[in-house]
């Protein structure tokens, strides 16, 4: 293969297209949608402005609490708010539909509420504009119909003949072509990329990290460039008209863009069955009343408990104990109930694992899939990245509760006699507990969680270079 | 007849045909057995809350016998939004939105929005119901049956014999186009029996509004097609042209509306709302019960002969309760906010969706199969109706310090409510008819045009 | 120059060529007649590369096309029955493709005098090429051919459908080609072109070569009976 050859076709390839005014108006349409998305993107990443302030504003009134008991700070609670992560702008994947902030308060885990969903009208379920969709959903369109005639109309109307005849090899035409085709679709990510590294720039939230991600982002969206435009130029060398080729390649991106996903998707959730959130609370209240209840004095459980706590102080009543049994009995509980919730979610948390299963494999066959969960998992707006931030926010919550209940062991009387103890604590207290901070997904975890991912499109990329080559040796001009 | 058969068996011969309608068969299976599903799921579990919410209360009313105040705090009162069997063809928003409300009679706002357990990855990709099938995937058909109805016969150079030999040319073209329709409408009427069949969909009303609305829409792509069929170019940019207007109504559109709508009604009511609840109960803890008590009886007057509770005292169920209550009342304000900016969504996003065909389509779906929007807002506000009805008969007898025998608990079964869609006729039909008919105009003077 | 030694090729079940022998000598224009399906353009792909011969060989100034198709590749040029190119560029961003492709790298004065030479006016140089008739893409064509110093000419129905005209104006390239010393071949139903420009000729009738001989002593409505004869 002749550098030289490749780069006189590869070059033609792309001055024809350009001589061509379909594409400027496909340019005009990106550009109009990369506008429409970037804009959007941008304000729903402000939202982070409403969470910040209501995370503060939360704060505050925790702080503002005078001194009390520390079991009704622990029922007084806190608010965890998610952050988006600054590549969401990029790719807001299942931003939408996970929930935003989440009441924090001892004994109970609480559902996080207030998705994007649970206030939308239905609209919402046709998808959203980012500029990850554009690439993802539009651009491989794109191409595909500016290469779908690159070989077989040259076939058609004999030119491949003289392609031939000419000097250049197989080989030569079919990469020319292609590197071309993946030349333009490159040219059309640039003002996706760009546009994303200037809000980066701009951006006071970013920190190195998030450049790692964004450089991951773009190698993969390159490198989806050139299979895509591979995969393109091979159906044009194996198609036998023009409108044939066009045909396979539009229903290809139906299939692999619309409906398998879709379908998976469904599959997987049809066959592992999830709880409903009544049935999952009713089955967790069942475990925690096989321990034992704490509300009932004769509860076998309970009373054994007390009754070693009493032996190991050498004292008769719970009055006598150095410390105040009550805040040592919710501690007891609270780790109990945790560690059953804890069981039961991450169950459930498995079961839509299982339920993403098919879609996660499937991406070994279908590029595109690939490329969607590689994106939202670095963009931080997958499903793993909303599971961490809801075991933070639990952590949390199990650190204030049990912070509370050791505070009501240490400083409130377990006498109301004794009155060395108060029934208060100062509210300094509350101040020296810290606020909720959120910290996103490593890179490295969610890059290992997308994996299958990487490698098929490593494995694509490999493939749709084969398939080429394999063409060139089985390819006729006539 | 007997040409009509011909051309009937020509089409059918195809392997596009055969391909296109198995596919959408097989589709549209699985999508009601998914439906199906969803239903079995939907009705397990309000049976699961009636069967366990009596167990709940006898066992809470033994252990707290003696106090029901405290006991009140415990219980919880279910209701029930019953699920049509339409639902199965149209899941909606019924998937994140709850059906069943499982309330305690203490402050509201932080209860009542409780989302349903959803695994985000499935809500993006999206639900495989039969409405899905019926706005994605037919117009598909459509397309794909008749983007190259007249270009084929051009380039195949048989349209010059059907110009010569038959005196209604363009009615040829109209039969070849039917031919097409009736498989496609038969197919979708086989999926309703099915549908009827396995979700067990009485034929009502609201049923022959939404099989009305599918044939609309997938008249309505007819019509676009024709319109795109009467420009006489070629097969590819037939195919081209016709998938960007998928794209258009289907993909584009209905994302830049939500993109629109989301980013100009944001909700940070929604936060304050939650904040501004626990603030206004909890710091009643710490302010003048006697201020409290006050508060409450202002909204409350009949309950005023209860007085007022001691400042020293520890803890009195009136006292409670009422702090509980102005939670509520406290965050009223937002709350309000908070509803009238999801109206606001829903009626921008119902406005705007009668020039789109695509968007009217699904969201008569949702309303008709009750899973749209303004029955869960409907369900939201029969909640707070139910939690005010439930606490004002509990409230005296709290009060009053009766014990739980004092109460008839047998009265609290789970109350079960349903929602009627008010869809207008004129509503329904007029933006298809609108759509439609400028389409067929258009067609008919670009036809006009191209052949003369 | 040009030498097909017992060359046949089959398609499946169907026998396009049986063993077809031709000598064609440097410097001579060689038309190949026949009807529709006869085996024409399979021998000409054949010289061309483009197929493999399911038995015999082809040869190009004595080198066998199928061991050597770098070297027989520099020495042929192809011209199609209709040139389509690239519709979107213009003749001469056209011919600097192509001539580009086969390895040279002409300066423009070249590119232009050789579109020139191919009798394509230099005002239509920089026109697209979708505007071009049916001859002056013709020209285009021939012009490629000169670009890469092609020793011999392949051309398919190189008149069909041109004008009287623009025939008359091909017929004169192809003669001042040959006088350069280029060897053309050309398959053709054009009878009385191909007396016209022919030095010899060749009739194929269901991929077997019935007659061949030199066209200096027949007349076009000798050649035509001698046609409509055999076949």
Redesign the interface.
């Given at each position: 293969m002749k550098k030289r050859t490749l780069l006189i076709i590869a070059k033609q390839f792309c001055a024809s297209v350009f001589k061509s005014k379909a594409i400027y108006l496909l340019v005009l349409t990106l550009v109009v949608l990369l506008v429409i998305a970037a804009r959007s993107g941008v304000a729903y990443y402000d939202q982070n402005h409403y969470r910040i302030d209501h995370q503060q504003m939360a704060r505050e009134s925790w702080e503002g609490n005078p001194d009390k008991h520390p079991h009704r700070m622990a029922h007084f609670g806190t608010f965890a708010f998610r952050l988006k992560h600054p590549l969401s702008i990029f790719d807001f994947g299942v931003e939408s539909f996970t929930g935003n902030a989440v009441f924090l308060e001892a004994h109970k885990q609480n559902v996080v509420n207030f998705s994007e969903a649970s206030f939308s009208t239905g609209l919402l379920r046709f998808g959203e504009l980012s500029m990850a969709m554009v690439l993802q959903t539009i651009l491989p369109l794109i191409i595909f119909f500016i290469g779908y005639s690159a070989i077989v109309a040259d076939r058609e109307n004999g030119t491949l003949k003289i392609l031939l005849t000419q000097g250049a090899k197989w080989k030569e035409i079919l990469f020319g072509k292609a590197l071309g085709l993946s030349a333009i679709s490159l040219l059309f990510c640039l003002p996706f990329l760009g546009t994303i590294t200037f809000i980066l720039l701009t951006e006071e939230h970013v920190v190195q990290d998030d450049w790692m991600r964004f450089a991951i982002i773009v190698i993969a969206y390159s490198l989806v460039c050139f299979i895509l435009s591979f995969i393109t130029i091979y159906v044009s060398l194996k198609s036998d008209s023009s409108k044939n080729a066009l045909v396979k390649l539009l229903g290809l991106w139906l299939l692999m863009v619309i409906l398998v996903p879709r379908t998976s998707q469904a599959i997987g959730a049809y066959f592992y069955e999830t709880p409903s959130k009544v049935e999952f609370r009713a089955a967790i209240e069942q475990d925690v009343l096989k321990y034992g209840d704490s509300h009932d004095i004769n509860d076998p459980f309970f009373k054994a408990l007390k009754d070693s706590v009493l032996q190991a102080n050498h004292v008769k009543t719970v009055e006598e104990l150095p410390f105040n049994y009550g805040g040592f009995l919710m501690s007891k509980g609270e780790r109990i109930s945790a560690n059953i919730y804890g069981e039961h979610h991450k169950q459930l948390l498995d079961q839509y694992r299982k339920q993403n299963q098919l879609t996660q494999w499937l991406a070994i066959i279908n590029p595109f899939l690939a490329l969607k969960n590689l994106s939202m998992s670095v963009s931080g707006t997958d499903f793993e990245s909303y599971v961490h931030f809801q075991e933070q926010a639990e952590d949390y919550r199990y650190k204030l509760a049990q912070k509370m209940n050791s505070l009501q062991m240490k400083y409130i009387t377990p006498n109301p006699n004794d009155k060395t103890k108060g029934s208060q604590v100062s509210r300094d207290q509350w101040k020296s507990f810290s606020d909720f901070q959120y910290t996103q997904l490593t890179t490295e975890a969610a890059i290992l969680n997308v994996k299958v991912s990487i490698i098929s499109i490593l494995s694509w990329f490999i493939f749709s270079i084969a398939l080429l080559v394999y063409g060139a040796k089985k390819a006729t001009a006539i | 007849m007997s040409l009509y058969l011909l051309m009937f068996r020509q089409f059918v011969r195809t392997r596009i045909c055969q391909l296109g309608l198995s596919m959408v068969l097989v589709?549209g299976i699985?999508?009601i057995?998914?439906g199906k599903?969803f239903l079995d799921?939907q009705r397990a579990?309000a049976a699961?809350?009636a069967e366990?919410q009596q167990e709940h209360i006898k066992r809470n009313v033994d252990?707290?016998k003696d106090d029901l105040g405290l006991l009140l705090y415990y219980l919880k009162f279910a209701v029930v939004n019953d699920v049509s069997p339409l639902a199965g063809l149209s899941i909606?928003?019924k998937d994140?939105?709850?059906s069943?409300q499982?309330v305690t009679i203490l402050a509201l706002e932080?209860q009542k929005?409780?989302?349903?357990?959803?695994?985000?990855?499935?809500?993006?990709?999206?639900?495989?119901d039969l409405s899905?099938l019926i706005v994605?995937?037919f117009p598909?058909l459509v397309i794909a049956f008749n983007y190259?109805l007249l270009s084929e016969e051009e380039?195949g150079g048989t349209w010059k014999m059907v110009s010569v030999m038959s005196v209604h040319r363009w009615r040829h073209l109209f039969t070849k186009m039917s031919v097409r329709a009736v498989l496609l409408f038969g197919v979708l009427i086989i999926l309703f029996i099915i549908a009827a069949g396995i979700l067990g969909i009485e034929y009502n009303l609201a049923f022959s509004k939404i099989i009305l609305t599918s044939m609309l829409y997938i008249a309505f792509w007819f019509a676009i097609v024709a319109f795109i069929i009467s420009l006489r170019r070629s097969?590819?940019f037939n195919?081209?042209a016709l998938?960007f207007c998928w794209?258009i109504f289907?993909?584009?559109i209905?994302?830049?509306?939500?993109?629109?709508?989301?980013?100009k009604y944001?909700?940070?009511e929604?936060?304050?709302t939650?904040?501004k609840q626990?603030?206004g109960y909890?710091e009643k803890?710490?302010t003048n019960k006697r201020e409290t008590v006050e508060k409450f009886y202002k909204q409350y007057p009949q309950f005023s002969s209860y007085g007022f509770p001691s400042e020293a005292s520890k803890l009195q169920w009136l006292w409670y309760y009422a702090m509980q209550n102005l939670g509520d009342v406290e965050s009223k304000e937002e709350s309000a906010l908070l509803e009238a900016?999801?109206l606001k969504?829903?009626d921008v996003?119902?406005t705007w969706s009668m020039l789109v065909p695509?968007?009217h389509a699904?969201?008569i779906f949702?309303s008709l199969a009750g899973?749209?929007?303004e029955n869960y807002l409907d369900f939201l506000n029969y909640t707070e109706q139910f939690h005010e009805k439930t606490r004002l008969y509990l409230y005296p007898k709290i009060f009053s310090y009766n014990k739980a025998e004092g109460v008839d608990w047998d009265r609290f079964k789970p109350e079960h409510v349903s929602f009627e869609a008010h869809i207008t006729w004129s509503h329904l039909l007029l933006p298809f008819i609108g759509a439609i008919f400028l389409l067929v105009c258009a067609t008919l003077i670009s036809f006009r045009y191209f052949n003369s | 120059m040009l030498e097909a030694i017992n060359l046949s090729k089959k398609y499946g079940e169907h026998q396009a060529l049986k063993s077809l022998n031709l000598n064609v000598p440097a410097g001579e224009t060689y038309c190949l007649l026949g009807q529709n399906g006869a085996g024409k353009t399979t021998t000409i792909n054949l010289f061309l590369g483009l197929l493999k011969p399911s038995g015999g060989k082809t040869l190009i100034n004595g080198v066998e096309v199928n061991m050597d198709k770098n070297t027989t590749n520099s020495m042929i040029a192809y011209i199609p029955e209709v040139v389509q190119l690239y519709g979107n560029l213009n003749g001469l961003e056209n011919l600097e493709f192509f001539s580009r492709l086969s390895g040279h790298n002409h300066s423009k004065k070249w590119l232009v005098s050789l579109l020139s030479k191919a009798g394509l006016k230099e005002k239509h140089h920089t026109k697209k090429l979708s505007s071009y008739s049916k001859g002056m893409r013709q020209k285009v064509g021939v012009a490629i051919a000169l670009s890469k110093n092609a020793q011999v000419i392949f051309m398919d129905e190189p008149t069909s459908g041109l004008d009287p005209q623009a025939t008359a104006e091909f017929t004169a390239i192809c003669k001042e080609l040959v006088s350069e010393g280029k060897t053309i071949f050309m398959a053709t139903h054009d009878i009385f072109n191909a007396v016209n420009v022919g030095s010899r000729i060749g009739i194929m009738k269901e991929g077997e070569l019935i007659h061949s001989g030199k066209t200096l002593d027949l007349t076009a409505i000798e050649l035509q009976d001698l046609y409509l004869k055999t076949i």
């Amino acid at each position: 293969m002749k550098k030289r050859t490749l780069l006189i076709i590869a070059k033609q390839f792309c001055a024809s297209v350009f001589k061509s005014k379909a594409i400027y108006l496909l340019v005009l349409t990106l550009v109009v949608l990369l506008v429409i998305a970037a804009r959007s993107g941008v304000a729903y990443y402000d939202q982070n402005h409403y969470r910040i302030d209501h995370q503060q504003m939360a704060r505050e009134s925790w702080e503002g609490n005078p001194d009390k008991h520390p079991h009704r700070m622990a029922h007084f609670g806190t608010f965890a708010f998610r952050l988006k992560h600054p590549l969401s702008i990029f790719d807001f994947g299942v931003e939408s539909f996970t929930g935003n902030a989440v009441f924090l308060e001892a004994h109970k885990q609480n559902v996080v509420n207030f998705s994007e969903a649970s206030f939308s009208t239905g609209l919402l379920r046709f998808g959203e504009l980012s500029m990850a969709m554009v690439l993802q959903t539009i651009l491989p369109l794109i191409i595909f119909f500016i290469g779908y005639s690159a070989i077989v109309a040259d076939r058609e109307n004999g030119t491949l003949k003289i392609l031939l005849t000419q000097g250049a090899k197989w080989k030569e035409i079919l990469f020319g072509k292609a590197l071309g085709l993946s030349a333009i679709s490159l040219l059309f990510c640039l003002p996706f990329l760009g546009t994303i590294t200037f809000i980066l720039l701009t951006e006071e939230h970013v920190v190195q990290d998030d450049w790692m991600r964004f450089a991951i982002i773009v190698i993969a969206y390159s490198l989806v460039c050139f299979i895509l435009s591979f995969i393109t130029i091979y159906v044009s060398l194996k198609s036998d008209s023009s409108k044939n080729a066009l045909v396979k390649l539009l229903g290809l991106w139906l299939l692999m863009v619309i409906l398998v996903p879709r379908t998976s998707q469904a599959i997987g959730a049809y066959f592992y069955e999830t709880p409903s959130k009544v049935e999952f609370r009713a089955a967790i209240e069942q475990d925690v009343l096989k321990y034992g209840d704490s509300h009932d004095i004769n509860d076998p459980f309970f009373k054994a408990l007390k009754d070693s706590v009493l032996q190991a102080n050498h004292v008769k009543t719970v009055e006598e104990l150095p410390f105040n049994y009550g805040g040592f009995l919710m501690s007891k509980g609270e780790r109990i109930s945790a560690n059953i919730y804890g069981e039961h979610h991450k169950q459930l948390l498995d079961q839509y694992r299982k339920q993403n299963q098919l879609t996660q494999w499937l991406a070994i066959i279908n590029p595109f899939l690939a490329l969607k969960n590689l994106s939202m998992s670095v963009s931080g707006t997958d499903f793993e990245s909303y599971v961490h931030f809801q075991e933070q926010a639990e952590d949390y919550r199990y650190k204030l509760a049990q912070k509370m209940n050791s505070l009501q062991m240490k400083y409130i009387t377990p006498n109301p006699n004794d009155k060395t103890k108060g029934s208060q604590v100062s509210r300094d207290q509350w101040k020296s507990f810290s606020d909720f901070q959120y910290t996103q997904l490593t890179t490295e975890a969610a890059i290992l969680n997308v994996k299958v991912s990487i490698i098929s499109i490593l494995s694509w990329f490999i493939f749709s270079i084969a398939l080429l080559v394999y063409g060139a040796k089985k390819a006729t001009a006539i | 007849m007997s040409l009509y058969l011909l051309m009937f068996r020509q089409f059918v011969r195809t392997r596009i045909c055969q391909l296109g309608l198995s596919m959408v068969l097989v589709l549209g299976i699985i999508s009601i057995f998914i439906g199906k599903q969803f239903l079995d799921k939907q009705r397990a579990t309000a049976a699961q809350v009636a069967e366990t919410q009596q167990e709940h209360i006898k066992r809470n009313v033994d252990l707290h016998k003696d106090d029901l105040g405290l006991l009140l705090y415990y219980l919880k009162f279910a209701v029930v939004n019953d699920v049509s069997p339409l639902a199965g063809l149209s899941i909606g928003q019924k998937d994140i939105n709850p059906s069943v409300q499982n309330v305690t009679i203490l402050a509201l706002e932080g209860q009542k929005y409780d989302a349903d357990l959803v695994n985000p990855a499935t809500l993006l990709f999206g639900n495989l119901d039969l409405s899905f099938l019926i706005v994605y995937v037919f117009p598909l058909l459509v397309i794909a049956f008749n983007y190259n109805l007249l270009s084929e016969e051009e380039e195949g150079g048989t349209w010059k014999m059907v110009s010569v030999m038959s005196v209604h040319r363009w009615r040829h073209l109209f039969t070849k186009m039917s031919v097409r329709a009736v498989l496609l409408f038969g197919v979708l009427i086989i999926l309703f029996i099915i549908a009827a069949g396995i979700l067990g969909i009485e034929y009502n009303l609201a049923f022959s509004k939404i099989i009305l609305t599918s044939m609309l829409y997938i008249a309505f792509w007819f019509a676009i097609v024709a319109f795109i069929i009467s420009l006489r170019r070629s097969s590819n940019f037939n195919a081209v042209a016709l998938l960007f207007c998928w794209l258009i109504f289907l993909i584009l559109i209905p994302a830049v509306l939500n993109n629109v709508i989301v980013n100009k009604y944001p909700m940070p009511e929604a936060f304050t709302t939650m904040i501004k609840q626990r603030d206004g109960y909890h710091e009643k803890w710490d302010t003048n019960k006697r201020e409290t008590v006050e508060k409450f009886y202002k909204q409350y007057p009949q309950f005023s002969s209860y007085g007022f509770p001691s400042e020293a005292s520890k803890l009195q169920w009136l006292w409670y309760y009422a702090m509980q209550n102005l939670g509520d009342v406290e965050s009223k304000e937002e709350s309000a906010l908070l509803e009238a900016k999801v109206l606001k969504r829903d009626d921008v996003s119902q406005t705007w969706s009668m020039l789109v065909p695509s968007l009217h389509a699904q969201l008569i779906f949702n309303s008709l199969a009750g899973t749209g929007m303004e029955n869960y807002l409907d369900f939201l506000n029969y909640t707070e109706q139910f939690h005010e009805k439930t606490r004002l008969y509990l409230y005296p007898k709290i009060f009053s310090y009766n014990k739980a025998e004092g109460v008839d608990w047998d009265r609290f079964k789970p109350e079960h409510v349903s929602f009627e869609a008010h869809i207008t006729w004129s509503h329904l039909l007029l933006p298809f008819i609108g759509a439609i008919f400028l389409l067929v105009c258009a067609t008919l003077i670009s036809f006009r045009y191209f052949n003369s | 120059m040009l030498e097909a030694i017992n060359l046949s090729k089959k398609y499946g079940e169907h026998q396009a060529l049986k063993s077809l022998n031709l000598n064609v000598p440097a410097g001579e224009t060689y038309c190949l007649l026949g009807q529709n399906g006869a085996g024409k353009t399979t021998t000409i792909n054949l010289f061309l590369g483009l197929l493999k011969p399911s038995g015999g060989k082809t040869l190009i100034n004595g080198v066998e096309v199928n061991m050597d198709k770098n070297t027989t590749n520099s020495m042929i040029a192809y011209i199609p029955e209709v040139v389509q190119l690239y519709g979107n560029l213009n003749g001469l961003e056209n011919l600097e493709f192509f001539s580009r492709l086969s390895g040279h790298n002409h300066s423009k004065k070249w590119l232009v005098s050789l579109l020139s030479k191919a009798g394509l006016k230099e005002k239509h140089h920089t026109k697209k090429l979708s505007s071009y008739s049916k001859g002056m893409r013709q020209k285009v064509g021939v012009a490629i051919a000169l670009s890469k110093n092609a020793q011999v000419i392949f051309m398919d129905e190189p008149t069909s459908g041109l004008d009287p005209q623009a025939t008359a104006e091909f017929t004169a390239i192809c003669k001042e080609l040959v006088s350069e010393g280029k060897t053309i071949f050309m398959a053709t139903h054009d009878i009385f072109n191909a007396v016209n420009v022919g030095s010899r000729i060749g009739i194929m009738k269901e991929g077997e070569l019935i007659h061949s001989g030199k066209t200096l002593d027949l007349t076009a409505i000798e050649l035509q009976d001698l046609y409509l004869k055999t076949i």
